[in-house]
């Protein structure tokens, strides 16, 4: 397949556009996308907002091209709050978790990055570690990686906190098995020693957040 002119890489795919339609996204691990390609179908199928799949063989996924800027990119251009990106996060949680069947769609990777500011609203990408399973493991997910910048020396980092305890305040009551989520974030082959290293004051972050009165 022709790939078209590079637009985006991340830590495990490239992104190509193929044309102003459609973008061709390949893992550079390789492996098969058809169960994602399956997942997104389904969600859409539901409403939920997430790219339209056009085809899906091996390791390339060619889908609708989005135009309008990440969550992130927002976040770091000062144009959206990190109150307002916890709400939307918390918002697309909630929608995706009460999608049938059950038990509930996991994404397990829901962070700014993930999400799309389209013209036509926002648009969750990324969907090759989602699996179905306990909603509370999803905002463990998502709430240890906003932590993990929070205790980062990034210039963002006061922000990724802000944001954390925003999201906390909008999950349901209940324990987060932080257990979990910390095993799958260490055994994440893409995160560095350094990253690693971090994930423990990760944890405490987000347990002493949701038990603290700004989290409810």
Do not use: C, K, Q
Not at 12 to 41: K, S
Not at 75 to 101: F, I, M, N, S
Not at 170 to 192: I, N, V
Request: proline share 10%; net charge negative.
């Amino acid at each position: 397949m022709d790939t078209g002119v590079l637009i985006g890489t991340g830590r495990t795919a490239d992104v190509f556009a193929l044309d102003d339609e459609w973008v061709l996204r390949r893992y550079r691990d390789g492996g098969d996308v058809a169960r994602e390609a399956a997942t997104m179908t389904h969600l859409a199928s539901h409403g939920y907002p997430v790219p339209r799949v056009r085809s899906a063989s091996g390791p390339d996924l060619v889908m609708r091209r989005l135009a309008g800027p990440s969550l992130l990119d927002a976040l770091l251009a000062g144009t959206v709050t990190p109150e307002t990106a916890a709400a939307l996060l918390a918002d697309l949680l909630h929608r995706l978790h009460t999608l049938p069947p059950a038990p509930p769609l996991l994404h397990l990777d829901l962070h700014p990055g993930n999400v799309m500011l389209t013209p036509e609203g926002p648009v969750v990408i990324d969907w090759r570690t989602s699996e179905r399973g306990d909603p509370a493991l999803d905002w463990a997910m998502s709430s240890l990686i906003l932590a993990e910048v929070a205790v980062s020396p990034a210039p963002y980092a006061e922000g990724a906190r802000a944001g954390l305890t925003a999201l906390l305040s909008h999950a349901s009551p209940g324990p987060l098995p932080l257990p979990e989520a910390h095993r799958r974030r260490s055994a994440d082959p893409h995160l560095d020693a350094t990253e690693l290293a971090r994930l423990d004051a990760a944890v405490a972050l987000v347990a002493g957040a949701r038990i603290s009165p700004a989290s409810g």
